[in-house]
């Protein structure tokens, strides 16, 4: 049975492997018909919103060719003139027959839709289905296109929902302290969501934390005026009255009841956040791992020098959650993290970097990580961090949003210099690879890949760029800005 994965990395996967489905605008095809649900999108439609404003004379054409591709992909077995069943022709255009619980994004909504009503243990559990869908940003890979990044603004609200469903959930299942470090997170990572900060209060007060709950409440305030020259609202205001008052109604089951919650509560309150460090600089591994060590319920499995200790570490101990440094020698944090995030049931991956670039965060996106983070933030933020990405969220440190918000705006992929548009990430880590002085072998050995294709990859390279040999495609990874001169380890 095929599933098909858009939140995170966007893959299709039979069994346990995931299928070629080709360059990003094929991809951006099979996106565009998961996004209607099945329903069919008309060839006009298609043509717009995959080249917005400039569509290429041939677009029409084009367009048929990668449904071709993708139908061969999807259903290697069919016959030429068979009638496909997954990429369908539905006049005027095409669309995706696929089952409800096979797509992520799909499967994702109706849970949550679902959870809206129900007892609070079966809320608790749906709800903790639904999240455990999320493996990095929805769409990520097509953010430029404005109809993926309308919905991954809405899958992202509706995961905000999720969220919030399952700690009221757990409020009602007497679960009050064990939510906390959780809506923490959640409070942190979306400050101006008052339902975030009533359910923060509200767990507080019920575990008996008076103060802090009136503590959380004038952050929440503070944060509003700054932000947005507003107050509490009206349910906030009357929360901090209630809590002033000792309001009886606000009394909820006794106090983390061990009979109150459901299995899933238990199993996760008793196994710790099982985290793998990757970094090159031994005083940063250093310093994270006091940080762990002093931290209830994570546990620090194992520590990674470069991309590829990474990677085989990663495989052997299977963490929750992996904290990489973006810039490593031997093998780059983005192209071990696209490694690690195709693998089959991937940990969530938080990026590290000293400087924040506007690149590095559009790079990291793209690569579907769940976070990113300054090596310089303090102990707390880092570990929100941690928690955010093991809940499902997406966590980008506070300092680098106005700047990421500025580099999306108006730009197409800054992660790719325009010499090399149109390559895929695979095709920019074999350059990267290559000015890095490794031989065929060598790179099929970084990449897990056969070395006949490496060099059948490279010969494609250089045709594709009218380039003469491997050392002008060392120039142009240079000169393009690709790779600097530090990197080349």
């Known amino acids: 049975m095929l ?45 717009d919103e995959l080249w917005p404003g400039d569509p290429p004379a041939q677009a029409l054409s084009t367009i048929q060719g990668y449904v071709s591709r993708l139908r061969r992909a999807l259903e290697p077995g069919r016959a030429p003139r068979e009638e496909a069943e997954i990429l369908v022709s539905a006049p005027p255009g095409y669309a995706l027959r696929a089952g409800s619980d096979t797509v992520d994004t799909w499967l994702f909504e109706s849970l949550v839709r679902a959870g809206e009503t129900g007892d609070a243990a079966a809320v608790w559990d749906r709800m903790e289905r639904a999240l455990g869908l999320w493996r990095g940003p929805a769409l990520a890979e097509f953010a430029d296109l404005s109809w993926a990044a309308a919905e991954a603004m809405r899958l992202d609200e509706l995961r905000l929902m999720a969220v919030e469903q399952r700690a009221e959930a757990a409020l009602r299942l007497g679960m009050a302290s064990a939510t906390i470090p959780d809506l923490e997170s959640h409070a942190s990572a979306h400050p101006l969501r008052e339902e975030a900060w009533r359910l923060l209060a509200l767990a507080l007060y019920r575990a008996g934390r008076q103060g802090d709950a009136l503590g959380a409440l004038r952050r929440a305030r503070t944060l509003l005026r700054e932000e947005l020259g507003l107050d509490l609202g009206p349910t906030l205001h009357r929360l901090e009255r209630d809590i002033l008052a000792h309001a009886a109604h606000l009394d909820g089951p006794a106090p983390d009841a061990p009979d109150a919650a459901p299995a899933g509560v238990a199993a996760r309150e008793a196994s710790a956040l099982r985290v793998v460090v990757a970094d090159d600089q031994a ?20 520590e990674a020098q470069d991309g590829e200790q990474a990677i085989a570490l990663i495989r052997r101990t299977r963490p929750d959650l992996v904290l990489m440094d973006i810039s490593m020698p031997r093998l780059d944090g983005l192209a071990a993290a696209r490694r690690v995030l195709a693998d089959a049931a991937p940990p969530k991956v938080v990026m590290m970097t000293t400087f924040g670039t506007d690149d590095n965060l559009y790079a990291a996106l793209r690569a579907g990580v769940s976070g990113f983070v300054l090596k310089t933030s303090p102990p707390e933020q880092l570990l929100a961090a941690l928690r955010a990405a093991a809940d499902g969220d997406a966590l980008i440190d506070p300092a680098l949003t106005t700047r990421l918000i500025a580099a999306f705006a108006g730009r197409g992929d800054p992660d790719v210099p325009p010499a090399l548009k149109g390559l895929t990430d695979a095709d920019l880590d074999v350059i990267k690879l290559v000015a890095r002085g490794q031989t065929n072998q060598e790179i099929a050995t970084t990449l897990s890949v056969p070395e006949d294709s490496v060099g059948a990859a490279i010969a494609s390279l250089l045709d594709r760029l009218a380039l003469l040999d491997r050392a002008q495609l060392v120039v142009l990874a240079y000169e393009s800005g690709l790779i600097s001169p530090g990197t080349a380890r």
């Open 3 to 47: 599933k098909f994965h858009a939140l995170g990395p966007f893959q299709v996967v039979a069994g346990d492997s995931p299928l070629d489905l080709g360059g990003l605008r094929q991809q951006a095809v099979l996106a565009r018909l998961l996004v209607a649900r099945g329903r069919a999108v008309p060839m006009s439609v298609l043509i």
């Open 283 to 302: 005083l940063v591994r250093a310093g994270l791992r006091v940080i762990m060590e002093n931290e209830p319920g994570v546990e620090l499995v194992g």
